[in-house]
């Protein structure tokens, strides 16, 4: 017996629409993973600022998923369900007419000082006891208060988050997945909706939370006529962070040895708890703590992280005169970044280093700033990004394994992170833990064993991870700490 299932996951660099395939043989499952449909993802400048090009995305969405409906059918698959993906924050806003507005805010273009301002007015330990969120210029919460100051929407607009947008443009459901809402800094964990009084005078409302599992509704006419599906395909609501889902694909709050390494654009480290920390410590620390699948609360923080990289590379080639960085120019810069005997480092979570456009030199005043000299050949740059990702991974896991009391005996690193070998190696070096390297997929794999769970094709979370997967990446590789000349786990420690 085979049934498929549809994934989209909206990256901040490209967009990816996977088809996994589900075969079950004597009770036994085995789930094949194959892409149906990838193109970039490129923010549109408007008079607005800085925005996500929803049309084309939509546009490109579509494509794949009929690509995927056509490749299910001829393995003689039903298609079973669709689930949706994206980062958090971002949002674009429904008029009271239910009309999508064009203008959809992009968080790389937040206004870090009018947030500043409205923060330095607010208890942020207090906002932090009730929503867990770190306070930053990203927050939904801080780009409404942009889109006010700017006279952008009306007030009776209705936000909806990134993987709600495109769930709506599928199924017309207006909703706000609960992982996905965790990260706007205005969900009270306690109550598990928004918070009246932090959301109070904002410029806009915001939509009813959906559970994770629940059917969020079918493809509309006419998008089921436009990807070729016979029938009107079931959408589930997973969950919609794609950090969340990278998590769900790995580990669980009942796997206390395990930190998780979410290694895209962004980098994400920390560990999945069964309850929330909502004290001082943790916020001083610099931890955010999302809602995850099932319930769990990923203790997180937020690192710049293989944009530093990407964003280089981009530099570099447009200086060569090429229009983009081939994949050559990254294997040798890797290569001369493993023999590079620089060894300066920097913080990648400087906010500093979030834009875009004279990066290079952002770095090496970066570089220079913790008192290292600045790198000065394209390996030291690229030496310096990737130990300087290393190292914060392994202080980032280490102080939430103190935060939590637990022991780590591993790491998890997924995303396109776990297909560079030197990144992997050098963080089981700075941690003193094995490093396993893959999914590369990960939210992917999160979003269709979700959904697979939610069509009653697997039974729950814990078992659908354990079901074979040909992703098409091969095997996690393994990278023993070469600095740990025994097994003994090094972070954390209980007592």
């Known amino acids: 017996m085979s049934t498929a299932y549809l994934a989209v996951d909206l990256g901040s660099s490209s967009v990816r629409v996977m088809v996994g395939i589900l075969r079950t043989v004597s009770g036994a499952g085995s789930l094949v993973i194959r892409e149906a449909g990838r193109f970039p993802n490129i923010p549109v400048r408007r008079p607005e600022g800085l925005g996500w090009d929803v049309a084309a995305l939509h546009a490109g969405v579509v494509e794949g998923l009929r690509s995927g409906v056509a490749a299910a059918r001829a393995a003689g698959a039903e298609v079973r369900g669709i689930g949706v993906a994206a980062w958090g924050v971002d949002y674009a806003r429904l008029t009271a007419d239910g009309v999508l507005r064009d203008f959809v805010r992009h968080h790389r273009d937040a206004d870090a000082v009018l947030a500043a301002q409205t923060s330095a007015e607010r208890d942020l330990a207090a906002d932090y006891a009730v929503t867990g969120v770190l306070d930053q210029a990203i927050n939904t919460a801080h780009q409404l208060r942009q889109d006010r100051a700017a006279g952008i929407g009306a007030a009776d607009d209705t936000i909806l988050l990134t993987a709600d947008i495109f769930v709506h443009l599928l199924t017309g459901r207006v909703g706000a997945e609960v992982s996905l809402a965790s990260t706007t800094g205005l969900l009270d964990r306690a109550t598990g909706d928004w918070s009246i009084p932090l959301s109070a005078g904002l410029p806009a409302l915001l939509p009813p939370i959906v559970e994770d599992g629940s059917w969020s509704g079918s493809t509309t006419p006419e998008v089921t006529a436009a990807i070729g599906a016979d029938d009107p395909v079931p959408v589930f609501a997973v969950t919609a962070h794609d950090t969340a889902a990278a998590f769900m694909a790995v580990t669980d709050a ?26 001082e410590s943790a916020r001083r620390e610099g931890f955010t703590q999302e809602i995850g699948a099932a ?32 994949i050559e120019m990254l294997t040798d810069l890797l290569a001369a970044a493993a023999d590079s005997h620089y060894r300066g480092r920097f913080d990648p979570a400087d906010p500093s280093l979030q834009a875009p456009d ?53 790491i998890r690193i997924v995303g396109g992170g776990a297909r560079n070998d030197l990144l992997c190696a050098l963080t089981a070096e700075r941690s003193g833990l094995p490093v396993i390297a893959g999914p590369v997929e990960a939210s992917v794999r999160g979003v269709l064993l979700q959904v697979a769970v939610a069509a009653g094709d697997l039974t729950d979370a814990a078992s659908a991870r354990g079901i074979v997967v040909d992703d098409g990446d091969g095997p996690a590789r393994f990278h023993p700490a070469a600095a740990v000349a025994t097994a003994t786990p090094t972070i954390g420690d209980p007592s």
Request: with cysteine; proline share 4%.
């Open 254 to 279: 009942a796997d206390e040895g395990t930190g998780v390494v979410s290694s895209g654009s962004w980098g994400v480290a920390g560990l999945a708890l069964a309850a929330p920390l909502l004290d």
């Open 358 to 410: 004279g990066l290079t030199a952002r770095i090496a005043a970066a570089c220079t700033a913790t008192g290292s000299a600045p790198p000065t050949s394209r390996g030291d740059f690229v030496r310096a990004i990737v130990d300087s990702l290393a190292a914060a991974y392994a202080d980032t896991l280490r102080v939430a394994a103190d935060l939590s009391r637990r022991r780590l005996e591993r």
């Open 295 to 326: 319930g769990d609360t990923l203790l997180v923080k937020n690192l710049s992280g293989m944009w530093l990289l990407q964003q280089t590379l981009r530099e570099w080639a447009e200086a060569d005169g090429s229009s983009a960085a081939p």
